[in-house]
T-cell receptor, first 109, second 115 residues
Framework: KNEVEQSPQNLTAQEGEFITINCSYS?????LHWLQQHPGGGIVSLFM???GKKKHGRLIATINIQEKHSSLHITASHPRDSAVYIC???????????FGKGTKLTVNP | DTAVSQTPKYLVTQMGNDKSIKCEQN?????MYWYKQDSKKFLKIMFS???????INETVPNRFSPKSPDKAHLNLHINSLELGDSAVYFC??????????????FGPGTRLTVL
């Protein structure tokens, strides 16, 4: 079993819908990252968080350290949000990131 | 100005050949990484350098050798290429130390196809 599990694997939504992508991990972590991989292949860092909640525009990321769970929310989704969203954790005591398998989001107009 | 650049973007080669992928960052970061993304889009760390010093070396075949001539460059040389090496290779960088606490900036990726 992967140390980082994401759900759902695939998600299709209509424009304007509220989106939630979940990430659960089974190891102690130093930080959790959310990344976005565009259809063209480029990867962009969206958030890095170790507690609480962060917000950038329509994107919100939350983390619950006790439950070892993080969520990425997209409000008022738009077709340009279509991408693969990847959760990655920095394992405690290690300098490397361990990645989830990604959630492919498709937002239809 | 591109923050993290990689060359080439595409690389098609025959089994058994030796090839290199170059990476450069102009962000002033001290730490650079190589990641491999397989056909199922799963990302895995291969190597990490901090200020030209190797700090992460995952279970990667000896045919893969990273080289960091200075902290702005991290190149990946692959000897005796095999079919299973076909993947997209991403370079990334972040600020120094406690890397997992720092945002990582990714290059555009190099799609390697071994025939």
């Amino acid at each position: 079993k992967n140390e980082v599990e994401q759900s759902p694997q695939n998600l299709t939504a209509q424009e304007g819908e509220f989106i939630t992508i979940n990430c659960s991990y089974s190891v102690g972590i130093s930080a959790l990252h959310w990344l976005q991989q565009h259809p063209g292949g480029g990867i962009v860092s969206l958030f890095m968080l170790s507690s609480g909640k962060k917000k950038h525009g329509r994107l919100i990321a939350t983390i619950n350290i006790q439950e070892k769970h993080s969520s990425l929310h997209i409000t008022a989704s738009h077709p340009r949000d279509s991408a693969v969203y990847i959760c990655a954790v920095g394992k405690g005591g290690s300098e490397k990131l361990v990645f989830g398998k990604g959630t492919k989001l498709t937002v239809n107009p | 100005d591109t923050a993290v650049s990689q060359t080439p973007k595409y690389l098609v080669t025959q089994m058994g050949n030796d090839k290199s992928i170059k990476c450069e960052q102009n962000l002033g970061h001290d730490t650079m990484y190589w990641y491999k993304q397989d056909s199922k889009k799963f990302l895995k760390i291969m190597f990490s350098y901090n200020n030209k010093e190797l700090i992460i070396n995952e279970t990667v075949p000896n045919r893969f050798s990273p080289k960091s001539p200075d902290k702005a460059h991290l190149n990946l040389h692959i000897n005796s290429l095999e079919l299973g090496d076909s993947a997209v290779y991403f370079c990334a960088s972040s600020q120094a130390m406690r890397q997992t606490y720092n945002e990582q900036f990714f290059g555009p990726g190099t799609r390697l196809t071994v025939l």
